[in-house]
């Protein structure tokens, strides 16, 4: 499964932007994660779906602001970014986990938010 994640770009604080990730294959059966890597920071979670789309995690700095959401259908995963901050500035990645895996084994190539105060 390859990823490519899109929708990033430079916009105010308080602005919203929503990154879609496209799968070059069947995503049903994948936990599908998002990512964030700011400046000098190491990589943290973001949010992630479960492969029915049922169940939803997200990180404490994002929850009630950021809803992530998947079409099987169309083999794609998105992430809305509401009430953006200027701390979401970062390289945002998706990837994706096969249900049973221990590790997310497929990442995008990453795309960029910046967010000015």
């Known amino acids: 499964v390859q990823l490519q994640a899109s929708g990033g770009g430079l916009v105010q604080a308080g602005d919203s932007l929503r990154l879609s990730c496209l799968a070059s294959?069947?995503?049903?059966?994948?936990?599908v994660g998002w990512f964030r890597q700011a400046p000098g920071k190491e990589r943290e979670f973001v949010a992630r779906?479960?492969?029915?789309?049922?169940?939803?995690v997200y990180a404490d700095s994002v929850k009630g602001r950021f809803t992530i959401s998947r079409d099987n259908a169309k083999n794609m995963g998105s992430l809305q970014m509401n009430n953006l901050e200027p701390e979401d500035t970062a390289v945002y990645y998706c990837a994706a986990q096969l249900l049973g895996s221990s590790q997310y084994g497929y990442w995008g190539q990453g795309t960029q938010v910046t967010v000015s105060s």
């Open positions: 779906i479960s492969p029915s789309g049922g169940s939803t």
């Open positions: 294959g069947r995503i049903f059966g994948y936990t």
